[in-house]
């Protein structure tokens, strides 16, 4: 059974930080793409940054480049979303979502985190 478990949400600052984390398990993830998606009040989920597991190559939303950096530990199945200089508008529920196929959707999600930056 493949569970993905986001941790690290919280209440910061404009111009703050925070480290999103995702711990992955139930199958290897061997070639697979990881995502952080990012849903805000009243908005649909988008994705925000994109991991291949085994390649390392990384992709990230106009809006978060250079702010946020996604990575991935193999040893601890754990996939994280550095986010520094936070914005008001990154407030959100952020999930970790996983696909094998960059043709299909994403297969398989976790319960989210709420991320919210005061001004």
């Known amino acids: 059974q493949v569970r993905l478990v986001e941790s690290g949400g919280g209440l910061v600052q404009a111009g703050g930080s925070l480290r999103l984390s995702c711990a992955a398990s139930g199958r290897t993830f061997s070639g697979y793409a990881m995502g952080w998606f990012r849903q805000a009040p009243g908005k649909e989920r988008d994705v925000v940054a994109s991991?291949?597991?085994?390649?390392?190559?990384?992709d990230y939303t106009a809006s978060v480049r250079g702010r946020f950096t996604i990575s991935r530990d193999n040893a601890l199945n754990t996939v994280y979303l550095q986010m520094n200089s936070l914005k008001p508008e990154d407030t959100g529920i952020y999930f970790c979502?996983?696909?094998?196929?960059?043709?299909?959707?994403?297969?398989?999600w976790g319960q989210g985190t709420q991320v919210t930056v005061s001004s």
């Open positions: 979502a996983a696909r094998q196929y960059a043709s299909r959707p994403y297969e398989y």
């Open positions: 991991i291949n597991w085994s390649s390392g190559i990384t």
